[in-house]
T-cell receptor, first 115, second 109 residues
Framework: EAGVTQFPSHSVIEKGQTVTLRCDPISGHDNLYWYRRVMGKEIKFLLHFVKESKQDESGMPNNRFLAERTGGTYSTLKVQPAELEDSGVYFC?????????????FGQGTRLTVV | AQRVTQPEKLLSVFKGAPVELKCNYSYSGSPELFWYVQYSRQRLQLLLRHISRESIKGFTADLNKGETSFHLKKPFAQEEDSAMYYCALSPGNTGKLIFGQGTTLQVKP
């Protein structure tokens, strides 16, 4: 069974540009999460989808970040315009049920560098 | 405030020595606590959760509500245990995880 897949694995962009990260969850997993780790800090929650609906987006830092999950399958996270402080590793995870009752499987992460 | 604290950035032990990775949490409700591990060049994966009360790869963790701790222990460390370990908390009625800053465990031969 394929795991959670993220594209691209690395991205280097200039400040002010737009970047779109993609996450393909494990097939059948309704729950999809985005997290990020900025340099030297802990992994922080961004948002949680249940199917195509945003269940919790309390961790989204500002309106430069837009997450979508059309059709309840893959998800995209767009950063527009990117700022230097957006640099970090962005993780996606999926689970069959709520993470309190089902294991969350993580992708390998996308390393974003804004220069 | 909901917070997870891992006081050690790096823990270095010799093979065969006991290991204890510390985790303290701050949460007013009844928490769900987890340990996640990331081995070199691998993705983050669940090691264990307190509710299942199981031992995985020789590791155990006991929830101590009085001390608000969930320390990870192993009696005899192996070189393959070298990795980054994250303690995480899931607040009630949410699907999110709150992570600690992580502890790098280095097991020397």
């Amino acid at each position: 069974e394929a795991g959670v897949t993220q594209f691209p694995s690395h991205s280097v962009i200039e400040k002010g540009q737009t970047v779109t990260l993609r996450c393909d969850p494990i097939s059948g997993h309704d729950n999809l999460y985005w997290y990020r780790r900025v340099m030297g800090k802990e992994i922080k929650f961004l948002l949680h989808f249940v199917k195509e609906s945003k269940q919790d987006e309390s961790g989204m830092p500002n309106n430069r970040f837009l997450a979508e999950r059309t059709g309840g399958t893959y998800s995209t996270l767009k950063v527009q315009p990117a700022e230097l402080e957006d640099s970090g590793v962005y993780f996606c995870a999926s689970s069959l049920r709520d993470i309190r009752t089902a294991e969350a499987f993580f992708g390998q992460g996308t390393r974003l560098t804004v220069v | 405030a909901q917070r997870v604290t891992q006081p050690e950035k790096l823990l270095s032990v010799f093979k065969g020595a006991p290991v204890e990775l510390k985790c303290n949490y701050s949460y007013s409700g009844s928490p769900e606590l987890f340990w996640y591990v990331q081995y070199s060049r691998q993705r983050l994966q669940l090691l264990l959760r307190h509710i299942s009360r199981e031992s995985i790869k020789g590791f155990t963790a006991d929830l101590n509500k009085g001390e608000t701790s969930f320390h990870l222990k192993k009696p005899f460390a192996q070189e393959e245990d070298s990795a980054m370990y994250y303690c995480a908390l899931s607040p009630g009625n949410t699907g999110k995880l709150i992570f600690g800053q992580g502890t790098t465990l280095q097991v020397k031969p």
